[in-house]
């Protein structure tokens, strides 16, 4: 029998060495290159239920009259700040359409293990049984079906997974839930577990599945720092510094010293590889656990899966702070470790130049090849993922990129420098549909942490399909729609609203993002060339790197073919130039043809360019090749190509 009929067909286990896991069996292959995959991260909670038939459309031009009488923003935000809005697997399921239409061929799904029922802790990074799905999510079967069915449309899935710390499952010994750290070697003694409903119990039974953490491996005191927190300093080169032994907050870190919690916690994830089929693994707060053990558990998941046939299952870590940090664990875990998370300054400097705020240069020459220590722009862009927004914003403001932008399509913008600069694109669920939160006389009324420092991640999280209420709190909030929603409390539903979804494949940035995303799949050297940032000219002024607001321009090359890529940097006026081409590829008589415009896809009657255009490459009298670029919509984009 299969190992997933085999698994489906009992209770979870309790004891993840008890598991036989299986080898060489028929599983779904990696992709030749990662680098030619667009990624999609979601959360469960905030994503779909599947039932969004049921409720209208809205987007942010249309909310303020899809709000009822009397509605309470303060509340909508209490919702979203503290409870499970319902949304589910089978959802996700349901939008494998809907996400493929856009061009994303790989979906992340941010954690779905089984929390503790009593909390809600709707983000899924406080996991209580590291052997099962959340039921708020669905179940074991349903996330196998889920996987299975992206295969089937040529999608692939990343899990998140957390092997840094488990949720708050156990007290200390005084009763205390959080403690103040300690130093290394010193440690808090630990106390009770938690039991189903939060209350406490001294000793755990295999019946007791929502009690204390599991597997029972997992139970023993040595598996756990119990160092208390927080404390976020030390140096990186220390395996002990506080913030590898801390706990968030009330997070319960685990000990990789002297305790075999390392390798019980990489053989669950070996049991989720199996049993689903899934095809990487988003490693969360991998800098907070000790280089050493982020080595030894890539290795050994990177091993299983290639047994499997899996020849590179994806591991892609999150490493917070400075991008110096992230390139040290590239190093230190080397090619265990596919990638890292451009989580830092880049992601800072993707928003502030495709708004305009920067000059081009403050982005692209992050990704150029003066920083690149890997020995080609090429090796450079399979290690990074690019991302614009996401759930944290660990770094800089904590709202998304279409908060206060001037456009409803601005997001394109930032889109297209992922989509066509060096690195793996990463995009954030409804940037494609330019989520936003409420509008800003809202704010400024209603929700005073809805501002630039607020430090909070709550908006950054709407529920795109709209739920009209969230889940009750704690495990009443676990059961069937009728007997677990809180009607007191709106939904935290798309732009301020509650009952009405945002998933409309003919928004203005859905629609240019498709025709994007469809141009990259068709030139592989959009995907794999080197890269070069274009220098620009207006008015026959000298050829010089463009200012902030003006046109974005580079280039990728791959053997003799160019790419030339044009953003319109500006969010509010049309843009032009003289763009820079290579003169050894582009001799005389040479020219490029528009093979993408996201003003014609938009569905302009009169773009700028039109797909098909051929654009000649002129000479300046000192040799200089460029293309004319003339009237570029704002923060519009194009793509040509000197061979379509």
Partial sequence: MAFRD??????????????????????????GDWRDEVIYFLLPDRFSDGREASRPAVDAAGAPGARAAGFRFDHWARSGHDRFQGGTIKGIQSKLDYLADLGVTTLWLGPVLKQRGHLDTFHGYAIQDFLDVDPRFGSRKD?????????????????????????????????????????????????????????????????????????????????YTRAGGVDFGGDLDDEHAPFRRTDFFDLRDFNFDGSDALSDLARCYKYWIALTDCDGFRLDTLKHVPAEAGRNFCGTIKEFAANLGKADFFLLGEVAGSDADAAKYRRVIGLNLNATLDIGHMRRMLHAVAKGLERPAAYLDLVSVRADDLGSHRELGARHV?????HDHVSGDKLRFSTDAASEHQVVAGVALQLFSLGIPCIYYGSEQALAGPERAVRQAFLPEFTHDTGTDVFLREAMFGPKHPRKQGRAGIGTIATSRDRDLPGFGPFGTAGRHC????????????????????????????????????????????????????????????????????????????????????????????????????????????????????????????????????????VLVNRP
């Fill in 143 to 223: 996330l196998v079906a889920l996987v299975s069915a992206a295969h089937a449309q040529g999608l692939r899935v990343i899990l998140d997974v957390v092997f840094n710390h488990s949720g708050c499952n156990w007290l200390y010994a005084d009763g205390a839930r959080e403690k103040p750290y300690v130093g290394f070697p010193a440690f808090h003694a630990k106390g009770v577990w938690f039991d189903r409903d939060g209350g406490t119990t001294a000793a755990l039974a295999d019946t007791e599945v929502d009690a204390g953490v599991w597997p029972a491996e997992l139970q023993r005191d040595e598996c």
């Fill in 503 to 638: 998933f409309n494949p003919d928004s203005p940035a859905y629609r240019r993002l498709a025709a994007l995303a469809a141009v990259r799949r068709r030139f592989p050297v959009l995907r794999l060339g080197r890269q070069y940032q274009r220098q620009l000219s207006n008015f026959g002024a000298p050829f010089a790197p463009a200012a902030a607001g003006e046109l974005i321009t580079w280039s990728r090359i791959l053997d003799d073919e160019e790419a030339l890529c044009v953003v319109n940097g500006h969010g509010t006026a049309q843009r032009g130039g003289d763009v820079v081409v290579d003169a050894r590829l582009n001799p005389a008589a040479a020219s490029f043809e528009v093979v993408v415009s996201s003003e014609e896809a938009s569905g302009n009657a009169t773009p700028s360019h039109r797909a098909g255009e051929r654009m000649p490459v002129r000479r300046r009298a000192d040799g200089t090749a460029f293309v004319e670029i003339r009237n570029v919509g704002p923060s519009e984009v194009l």
């Fill in 6 to 31: 085999l698994i489906l067909g009992r209770p979870r286990p309790a004891r993840v060495r008890e598991i036989d896991l299986p080898r060489r069996e028929q599983f779904f292959p990696s992709p």
């Fill in 386 to 390: 690019s991302v614009l927004d996401d």
